[in-house]
């Protein structure tokens, strides 16, 4: 049964170049999402998840920015070194992306179908009135209420949530295989997030879209995805099915991450917490870049950088950690 | 017997809103419209609610760095809303505010003992040496180190400066903290470390908290008891137990539903609250939370619940508890 995935990621490597030399936000990571597939990315502040969305969209701003290894397959192309003028093609059509703050992403001078209707004509052969009518069909398939006279409204006429849902519309209207959404509840309060989740899921039952999560939220982990993996100052340290993650945690970090979170339905009496800051990228050159954190931190974590294990007894779980070597090493 | 340390008795807040070409008063923002409830001394109040409703307002009123429209606030059973501003000022010693923000409530181009200091220097305490002795001791006791002080707020991560912040409000040994959203801009990792950090100095201090915040993990955990607002209006307030077992207000319920719970075994089917928040410059008559409720009734749209206690020591404002 093994499809092609629609997103492969290989040893991906975006650096930026400063005064200071060469800081790699995202170092050699791999991952691949499935048709139709809900893949969460989550990690703290700063450990590459915007980084490594934004080089799949091709949008890192270069300089400082650049890709400078690794491979990223999009249905099978690699796009790596593809031109401007072919990714124009691909994003919207392949592959769209919605981010954190809507009000960034919608041009305050230009109504909504203004907007709507514009991405539509690019990349369709779609006419004036065509385009109009599959934007309305879009606002109302991501359930706004008075489609028609959106379209003639600002963003600014809207709320945060209504926003986020006109973002979403706009990513789907030409029907991408892959959505990548980058904190797209974060800055929505609770009872828009849980409208704006159930609306994704949705989605991506009905239209078969894949979609990249990227999220810190465990708790919206643990309710829409499928399978995750957790970054760690621009490293992939583990990876999992969501069951086996909440589980199973098996990274130290993944294990203290989930541990940190004060739970609405049980108070803990203290809540765990994992000592020391999360290190600035390329500040640490060598071993694991937990280290420093790590309660089980040994002689080899300081000197050699531990590589993706198998863990023992657990299909599709992987872990770079050396407390698991000997699951054995991972390939890729 | 709990002794109350605050009181806030129907307290409102109305911002006008200027307008047309005079910029005459065209309207107002209820931010906080008629609330009471009390502190008492040793606990933590836990203040929740989503964003616009309040809950900010209603911590600086508490220290009249906002001036309340109307109502009244009783600290330890003194009237602070006719204080005058200098006596305002010696009261804040008392209680102290902790912002969400760490990188902008710190002044970039000070030292962290220069920050720490001024709160001393503002209300006259001690000697230059003093001053700078108990610098120190409450960088230790945040968790940091006396080689701190030297050090400006941009060398310090987003959790140290939060600390930097919390070593600020304690200068003066208040008895009372007001913080707003203190963790919710930190990283889980970090923001656990704060959360230990506050439970800690409440404990060794015997420190009363009005803990702000959206996250409704981390205010169950933190807190005693907890209030509940909607545009403006407090809904619901009892202990942290009864609140998160047993929410009366149909608000609160579907407000706990919608938060996402880690755990991917236990796939809940939530009712979804449909439809946005209403503008508190407009808000609906009757119960504000009416356009949204489930279980909205007639006398919901005209009449106004209040505040009254269901059960002992739980309080909700909603006409399906109207005793009779
Ligand atoms: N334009 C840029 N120039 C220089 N460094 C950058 C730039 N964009 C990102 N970085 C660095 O790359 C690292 C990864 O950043 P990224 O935005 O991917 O983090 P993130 O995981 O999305 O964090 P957050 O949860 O805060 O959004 C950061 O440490 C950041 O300093
Ligand atoms: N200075 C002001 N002038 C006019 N309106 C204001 C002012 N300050 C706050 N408001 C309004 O009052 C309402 C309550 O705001 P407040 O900041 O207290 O909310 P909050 O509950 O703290 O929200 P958040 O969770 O977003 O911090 C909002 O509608 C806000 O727009
Ligand atoms: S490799 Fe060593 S330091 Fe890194 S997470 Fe595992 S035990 Fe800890
Ligand atoms: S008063 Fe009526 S509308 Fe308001 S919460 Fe109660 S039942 Fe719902
Ligand atoms: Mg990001
Ligand atoms: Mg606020």
Same mark, same amino acid.
């Given at each position: ?5 629609? !997103? ?8 930026? =170049? ?61 796009? *790596? ?17 919605? =981010? ?30 065509? $385009?109009?009518?599959? $934007? ?27 926003? @986020? ?27 828009? @997030? ?23 939220? !465990?708790?919206?982990?643990?309710? *829409?995805?499928?399978? *995750? ?16 993650? =909440? ?43 937990? $280290?420093?954190?790590?309660? =089980? ?36 | ?87 305002? /000022? ?39 040496? %003093?001053?700078?002795? /108990? ?33 600020? +409000? ?52 933190? &807190? ?8 403006? /209006? ?23 539903? +919608? ?19 209403? &503008? ?7 119960? +504000?939370?009416?356009? /949204? ?9 005209? %009449? ?11 309080? +909700? ?8």
């Amino acid at each position: 049964m093994t499809q092609a995935p629609v !997103l492969d990621v290989k040893q991906l490597k975006t650096s930026f =170049f400063s005064a200071d030399g060469e800081i790699p936000a995202v170092d050699e990571v791999s991952f691949s999402v499935n048709k139709g597939e809900i893949l969460g990315i989550v990690g703290e502040s700063g450990c590459g998840k915007s980084v490594t969305s934004l080089s799949i969209m091709k949008l890192i701003p270069q300089p400082p920015g650049k890709i400078v290894g690794g491979e990223i397959l999009l249905n099978g192309e690699d796009i *790596v070194h593809s031109s401007e003028k072919r990714m124009r093609e691909i994003r919207g059509n392949e592959v769209a992306m919605i =981010f954190q703050e809507p009000m960034t992403s919608l041009n305050p001078l230009f109504t909504i179908g203004n907007q709507l209707i514009e991405g539509i004509k690019i990349h369709t052969k779609a006419g004036k009135k065509e $385009a109009f009518q599959r $934007a309305v069909e879009m606002l109302k398939l991501v359930g706004l209420p008075r489609a028609e006279q959106i379209m003639h409204e600002y963003p600014h006429q809207l709320s945060g949530g209504m926003r @986020q849902r006109v973002m979403i519309a706009m990513a789907l209207s030409c029907h991408p295989k892959l959505l990548i959404a980058d904190e797209p509840t974060t800055a929505l309060d609770v009872t828009i @997030q849980a409208q704006i989740l159930a609306l994704m899921k949705d989605l991506n039952e009905k239209l078969d879209t894949a979609i990249v999560l990227i999220t810190h939220d !465990l708790g919206v982990v643990a309710e *829409v995805c499928e399978r *995750v993996i957790v970054m760690y100052a621009g490293k992939v340290v583990e990876e999992a099915p969501v069951i086996e993650i =909440f589980k199973n945690p098996k990274h130290p970090y993944t294990h203290g991450l989930l541990e940190s979170v004060p739970d609405v339905r049980e108070k803990k009496e203290r809540l765990y917490s994992i000592p020391g800051n999360v290190p600035k990228p390329g500040s640490i050159r060598k071993g694991c870049r937990f $280290a420093a954190r790590c309660e =089980f931190v040994h002689e080899r974590c300081l000197s050699d950088t531990p590589p993706l294990y198998k863990v023992e007894g657990a299909d599709q779980h992987t872990v770079r950690c050396f407390l698991h070597e000997s699951g054995g090493a991972a390939s890729g | 017997m709990a002794e109350v340390l605050l009181e806030v008795n129907q307290l409102k807040k109305y911002f006008p809103i200027n307008g047309g070409v005079f910029g005459k008063r065209v309207g107002e923002v209820k931010a906080v419209d008629d609330i009471s409830f009390f502190v008492n001394k040793g606990e933590t109040l836990g203040l929740v609610g989503e964003s616009g409703c309040g809950k900010s307002t209603t911590g600086r009123m508490l220290m009249r760095l906002i001036e309340p429209t109307d109502g009244k606030v009783l600290f330890e059973g003194k009237e602070l809303t006719n204080l005058s501003d200098g006596d305002m /000022r010696k009261m804040r010693k008392e209680m102290q505010m902790v912002f969400q923000d760490p990188f902008a409530s710190l002044n970039p181009r000070h030292t962290v003992e220069k920050i720490l200091e001024e709160p001393l220097i503002v209300h006259g305490i001690g000697d230059k040496e %003093e001053r700078k002795k /108990r610098v120190k001791e409450m960088l230790e006791v945040v968790g940091l180190s006396s080689y701190h002080a030297k050090r400006y707020p941009h060398q310090f991560s987003g959790g140290q400066r939060q600390r930097i912040g919390i070593a600020r +409000a304690l200068m003066t040994k208040p008895k009372l903290i007001i913080a707003d959203e203190p963790v919710s801009a930190l990283d889980v990792s970090i923001q656990s470390q704060v959360l230990n950090l506050l439970e800690d100095l409440q404990e060794e201090f015997q420190l009363t908290y009005i803990f702000i915040a959206h996250d409704l993990g981390v205010v169950k955990h933190i &807190s005693d008891r907890v209030g509940v607002m909607y545009l403006g /209006r407090l809904v619901e307030i009892t202990t942290a137990e009864k609140l998160y077992e047993k929410p009366l207000h149909p608000y609160t319920n579907a407000l706990l539903g +919608a938060v996402p719970v880690p755990d991917p075994t236990l796939k809940k089917e939530r009712e979804l609250l449909t439809g946005d928040i209403p &503008s508190p410059s407009n808000p609906p008559s009757g119960c +504000a939370f009416h356009t /949204r409720c489930r279980e909205c009734m007639d006398i919901c749209k005209t %009449e106004r619940p209040q505040l009254e206690e269901i059960e002992p020591g739980h309080f +909700a404002a909603c006409h399906l508890y109207k005793k009779n």
